[in-house]
């Protein structure tokens, strides 16, 4: 199984790693892609971004990535007048995040797999937003925090090995 180094996305306190790549919309409407060693970290796109959402809003937070000339990039390097973070009004569509579990190995999301949170933004602000929330066999009697009551009083129908669909 492959190692995936793409961009991963914050979002109420967990991490999910992207299928899509946010940062592409802007290099399409600046008119040039910056020239990147496309071997590191991310294959085919020389880079891999950290991404937030605060508020309803998308931000840039980091790139890491090497220039064709092998020194390391920054994202002041790519925005040298903003600040620790960019609000990404260039994108506007859909992100489907794969859930990151902490202090395990991730390999590539399986496109064919449901994600666990899928978001639609318009010009950088969250206009949809569904979460799965999964867990593991042992745990189909647990009930989920956000949703107790929903859980104890009607089961979810349809919803297999313990999943559950918030939105």
């Known amino acids: 199984m492959e190692t995936h180094h793409g961009d991963v996305l914050a979002f109420r306190g967990r991490s ?4 899509e790549q946010p940062l592409e919309p802007y290099f399409d409407l600046i008119g040039q892609r910056p020239s990147l060693l496309e071997a590191a970290p991310a294959a085919g796109r020389g880079y891999a971004a950290s991404w937030r959402i605060d508020d309803g809003w998308l931000y840039l937070l980091a790139v890491a990535g090497r220039w064709s000339d092998r020194s390391s990039m920054t994202l002041h390097q790519l925005f040298p007048f903003a ?18 579990e902490e202090g395990k ?3 590539c999301p399986d496109a064919r797999r449901y994600p666990d949170l899928v978001l639609t933004l318009d010009a950088g602000r969250m206009r949809c937003s569904s979460a799965v929330h999964r867990c593991a066999a042992a745990e189909t009697g647990a009930v989920h925090p956000d949703a107790p ?3 104890a009083a009607m089961p979810m129908a349809g919803a297999a090995g313990g999943s559950s669909l918030m939105v």
């Not at 600040?83 to 995040?97: C, E, Q």
């Open 83 to 100: 600040g620790d973070s960019i609000f990404a009004t260039w994108f506007s569509g859909t992100l489907h995040g794969f859930r990151l």
């Open 16 to 19: 999910f790693l992207l299928l």
């Open 149 to 151: 009551a929903m859980r």
């Open 105 to 107: 190995a991730q390999a």
